[in-house]
């Protein structure tokens, strides 16, 4: 980005990666690892003389950041040093998990009780009966690939039971069957020179589909670079069926019925095509399927999208003749589109939008990314085979798995498999880094269950969390951001975390080397995580370094920008042959995909109406009347994580829910009321909140939610399933691809709670509450 505008004190913030401030030490850091989110801030953690963090803030040299942190960062001394971290690996009998039966145990107690529980399953049911689950992908991305498929040489690793791994997941599959590379907003992120490179330019309307990006911030993309490039002039067009406040600033909204989205996309390009708004240079030299397309655009006139989408005629037009006569025009897309059940035709279609108006890899369109990716350069210094592959489970079901367009297993056939013995049994559950009955698992009370059947389950984290609580036989504690070393990479550029001291808990990298010289020693030829990264750096594929490279450089100059380019696809840049075109089967951009048609399923963007829906399912849209759209995002909260910091919830105490004032008089609630939402699937508590402006009949609930303060140790563990909004989703219900799952379309009623008023410990402070025995 561009350099920060104000005058930097050199004395004060300094270039080097460690300095002496008084009696601090001050360490220039990248904040990647938990808690925290996606986007590897540059920050400056302040320890004391015992190593102790004691402040945090904003780097004023980061070149992508200019000092700017979230409050989220800003707590991060508060979630390091919190009296209910866990520092020690802690064990219990399987019969009494639930149960406050804890003991304190050694690591190396550790290591050897779950070695010996690898090597027994993996004699007895073959090592795919071992699954290893992982949360959202920061630091600890690869980790629990390589953990699974080298260490434990199982083909099974998925998410915590996230249906239809519909977290970018759907996105990233989409983009690498199309464009053959992930494609993004352009911020002039990738830019070692920002906002200032020569080549930049500023877009001219930037269309916001499914997200809030300065609360989410979501996948190595920072919401504020949004906000940068609209005090420079760039308009917006904003997609979302609730009001925010960069709705708000927008030239116009578009509030949609959730899960239509692939139908108002289809219809932009039937104004676009019809009115001959499309690029005909780019369309007719790089792009694959133009006349297919165009031919289904046909079932989308502007007056059936309205009806289907809610949006008027008139606001269709004008938002597609904007966005197509925009020069650049940029779309920056979000986690709403993975969660419909048929959401893969929303994201086929969104990139078709960006492809036909020549705004692939231009500047300020959406640039293609190859640099600073290196996770999978990690995961193969690891992973050197991996037996049964063909066994993981949804290759026989869904061919794009089996075609390697993800290495994840899915879940939905996980959790049938825990509950039947089908395809084959599951006897071991190693969980790094996710809290999923608390987050992403749908139907969390059934996949408890199911988890329960197993004969080992093993949870990393940071705190007793409720699916710790209910299922762990074995809680590994885990490093935070100062006590752990590492790589941030997603991205140009390439950044160090740096280590400021010690503590007993461990980093996902010291657990695989410790437990793979236990498990499979010719897997883990490192002794130590800075020995592993070094490795790394040695044999980077993905990243052209210089020979003298290392990571002990990469430590001492805190960032590597690897050189990039625009128009990559004319450069040779994308191909492994070095040809010009795209890294796809036909080299070009297809708008039409060959490996989804390969795969036996739809290669054009569609639309299906979601079920249940009014028009899908009108007698049960008349028992559940509103479209419950879940995990709308809060600055406070990151996912399930900082529930437990006073300081993130004094100003969030509660799971909220918005909704209109029409609907909330229609039900007799009141803003600050506790609401029941519940459907034919299961139920949940938020309170109200009222948005002035959202899409008819449509209420908005967070996801993510439980209460650290309540007992741990229950049938309902910190009371999360009074509070998770997931228990109105149900598990099983992917799409035909396998990929995205219904999360965003609920139908549900609500009803004003009167028997439901949590007790917030405001006088007592949290280090005296939510305590466990050992």
């Keep these: 980005m561009a350099k920060c505008p104000r005058k930097i004190n050199d004395e004060l913030y300094r270039d080097e990666w460690q300095w002496q401030e008084g009696d601090l030490t001050v360490t220039r850091n990248t904040q990647w ?48 040093n919190h009296p209910n971290r866990i520092y020690h690996p802690m064990r219990r009998d399987p019969k009494d998990r639930g149960k406050d039966k804890w003991e304190e145990i050694g690591w190396d107690e550790a290591y050897d009780a779950i070695a010996s529980e690898v090597k027994r399953v993996s004699a007895e049911y073959g090592a795919k009966a071992i699954f290893t689950m992982v949360g959202t992908g920061r630091n600890a991305g690869w980790q629990a690939h390589a953990l699974c498929n080298s260490i434990f040489d ?18 990233i599959a989409a983009m690498a069957m199309m464009g053959g590379a992930i494609q993004v907003m352009d911020c002039a992120q990738v830019l070692e020179q920002g906002y200032d490179d020569p080549e ?16 989410s911030n979501a996948d190595g993309f920072l919401g504020h670079w949004v906000v940068d490039l609209m005090k420079m002039g760039m308009k917006l067009i904003v997609v979302d069926p609730r009001m925010s406040w960069l709705g708000a600033q927008a030239e116009m909204q578009l509030m949609l019925r959730p899960g239509t989205d692939a139908a108002l996309a289809l219809g932009f390009m039937n104004v676009i095509i019809n009115e001959d708004l499309y690029d005909h240079e780019f369309v007719e030299k790089w792009t694959y399927g133009f006349d297919e397309l165009k031919e289904r655009v046909r079932d989308y006139p502007v007056d059936k999208v309205a009806e289907i989408t809610g949006v008027p005629v008139e606001k269709i037009v004008a938002a597609a003749r904007r966005y197509a006569t925009a020069k650049p025009a940029t779309v920056q897309w979000g986690l709403k589109l993975d969660q419909q059940t048929d959401g893969m035709g929303a994201t086929q279609a969104l990139q078709c939008l960006w492809a036909i108006t020549g705004n692939v ?9 190859n640099t600073g990716y290196i996770q999978n350069d990690a995961r193969r210094l690891v992973v050197k085979h991996v037996t049964d592959v063909d066994e993981r489970f949804g290759n026989d079901l869904f061919p794009l798995r089996k075609m390697g367009v993800t290495e994840m297993s899915s879940t939905d056939i996980l959790i049938e498999a825990l509950e039947t013995g089908k395809p084959y049994p599951v006897k071991m559950l190693y969980l790094q880094s996710t809290n999923c009955l608390a987050n992403m698992a749908a139907d969390p009370q059934r996949c408890m269950k199911g988890m329960l059947t197993c004969d080992t389950i093993v949870v990393s984290d940071y705190y007793m969390t409720p699916t710790a609580a209910a299922t762990a036989d074995i809680f590994l504690p885990l490093a935070m951001s100062t006590e752990r070393v590492g790589c941030r990479g997603w991205y140009n550029p390439l950044r160090t975390i740096n280590k400021i001291h010690e503590t007993e808990a461990r980093s996902d990298e010291q657990i695989i080397i410790d437990l793979g010289k236990r498990v499979n020693p010719e897997a883990t030829p490192w002794n130590t995580p800075e020995e592993f990264w070094e490795d790394v750096m040695t044999h980077l594929e993905t990243i052209k370094v210089p020979e003298d490279f290392s990571y002990k450089k990469l430590q001492e100059d805190m960032y590597f920008w690897q ?4 128009r990559k696809y004319e450069k040779g840049l994308l191909r492994s042959d070095g040809e010009e075109g795209f890294n796809t089967p036909t080299g070009l951009f297809e708008l039409k995909s060959t490996m989804l048609e390969a795969a036996g399923l739809d290669p054009l ?3 299906k109406e979601p079920d249940p829906s009014p028009v899908s399912n009108p007698e049960y849209a008349a028992e559940y009347p509103l479209i419950c759209t879940t995990g709308r995002r809060s600055w406070e909260f990151f996912h399930s994580e900082h529930r437990n910091l006073r300081s993130m919830r004094e100003f969030h105490r509660w799971p909220r829910v918005e909704m209109t004032q029409e609907v909330a008089d229609r039900y007799g609630i009141k803003e600050g009321d506790w609401v029941l939402i519940e459907n034919a699937q299961g139920s949940a508590r938020e309170v109200c909140v009222i948005n002035p402006k959202m899409a008819p009949d449509t209420i908005c609930a967070e996801h993510g939610w439980w209460f650290p303060e309540q007992e741990a140790h229950s049938s309902n563990p910190f009371g999360v399933f009074d509070v998770n909004i997931n228990q109105l989703v149900p598990m099983c219900k992917e799409g035909p691809s396998g990929f995205g799952a219904p999360y965003t379309t609920q139908m549900c009623r609500i009803s004003k709670c009167e028997d439901f008023d949590p007790e917030y410990p405001s006088d007592v402070p949290y280090d005296n509450v939510a305590h466990f025995s050992l």
Excluded: Q
């Design 33 to 80: 690892s938990g808690p925290g989110c996606h986007n590897g801030c540059g920050v400056l953690h302040y320890t004391d003389k015992d190593g102790k963090l004691v402040k945090i803030e904003g780097d004023p040299k980061s070149p992508m950041f200019n000092g700017r942190l979230c409050m989220r960062c800003l707590a991060v001394p508060e979630a390091e």
């Design 563 to 566: 050189p990039t380019a625009y």
């Design 154 to 171: 199982s083909p099974n690793v998925g998410f915590g039971f996230l249906s239809g791994e519909s977290c970018y997941v759907p996105r």
């Design 605 to 607: 963007p569609y639309y």
């Design 200 to 215: 930049y330019v500023v877009p001219e309307i930037c269309l916001i589909w499914a997200n809030n990006p300065i609360v």
């Design 361 to 369: 890899d231009v500047p300020g369109g959406n640039i293609i990314v």
